[in-house]
Structure formats: C-alpha cells, structure tokens
C-alpha cells in the first residue's frame, strides 16, 4: 500500500485502509453487473466529479458494451464533513431525454450530492436512471434513492485517496486511506 505507511494531508494523519486490489475488485464486480444489465442497450454514464474520474476510468475500462460518458461536477463538502448545500457546478453535456442513465459516484455518504443530482436527471425526462458507487457509508445514508451498484461498504469514517480528497490532496493516491486523528 503506497509505501504501507501513514501518510499526512493538511493537519491530518492517514493509515492505508484499502488496497488498489482490493479497490479494483470492487469495480470489476460493479462492471460485471452493468455489462450483463445493459446488454444490447447503450447507456448514458455520468461520473460525478472531481472525485469519481479514477473509479470511471477503470469503470470504463471495464465496461464491455456499448456506451457513453458525460460528466457533472456537484459538491457539498468542505474539510472533512458535508456543508448540507450542494452545489451544481457544471451541468449535464449530453441529452439525457429517453435514455437509460447510470450516475456514478466515488462514495455516497449522506446522500445530499446524489439526491440533488438525481432530481436534476429527472428534470430530462430519461427512459431510467441507476446508481452506481464505489463506496457506500451505509450508516450516514438517508435518502431513498436505490443503489443499483455498490463496490464496498465502508464505516461512517473520513477517507482520502482513489478520487477522494481533503481540501484537494490525496485525489492521486491509488489506494484509499481513513483518518486517524
């Protein structure tokens, strides 16, 4: 695991939680679900940024059937805990009108970001729309919208690394790392 040791962001100290192994398992199980669910359809994915890239690029890389790529850009945290605002900071590119929309996210937590996203995507009127995480926090979870893919389930803690960041650093480690103090 990156070097196996503890690392430091900010004021914060970090030991090695998930392995990239590990961590690619999840999505190569989440791939296998979405190549045998939309076989012979081709399906809208819509990472959310900026922490989802690293799970949609290996996501993708996986995914054996035709399909697309747009991405949203949304927030609600600032530090190590969710501000209760999301922001819609950049907008879907592509038409989502009758077409079956997998929403891709790196973590669901509360589920603020992901329920203000989903009421976006209805707005367009498309034939479906499924949920697919890496990572869910089933304890901090409260909105009824159903995950369709879920790589791992994790504890309520805070993680870094895979996409996940705090205050924007940690986003390029490739395994996943939980706070220690």
Do not use: W
Request: with cysteine; hydrophobic share 40%; proline share 4%.
């Amino acid at each position: 695991m990156q070097g196996g040791n503890t690392i430091k962001l900010h004021d914060k100290n970090f030991k090695p939680y998930l392995s990239e192994e590990k961590i690619l398992q999840a999505v190569d199980s989440m791939a296998q679900k979405i190549n045998a669910d939309y076989k012979g359809k081709c399906p809208l994915i819509i990472p959310v940024l900026n922490g989802a890239f690293m799970v949609a690029a290996d996501l993708l890389k996986r995914i054996n059937i035709d399909c697309e790529i747009s991405f949203t850009k949304l927030s609600s945290y600032s530090g190590t805990s969710t501000t209760g605002t999301v922001k819609n900071l950049i907008g879907l590119g592509n038409d989502v009108e009758g077409r079956d929309i997998i929403l891709l996210e790196d973590i669901v937590d509360t589920g603020i970001t992901l329920e203000k996203l989903e009421i976006e995507v209805e707005k367009f009127n498309p034939k479906s729309v499924k949920v697919a995480t890496l990572l869910l926090k089933p304890e901090a979870y409260h909105f009824r919208i159903p995950l369709a893919y879920v790589g791992l389930e994790i504890p309520n803690k805070f993680i870094v690394g895979y996409g996940l960041d705090y205050d924007g650093l940690g986003r390029n480690l490739k395994n996943i790392y939980v706070v220690t103090n």
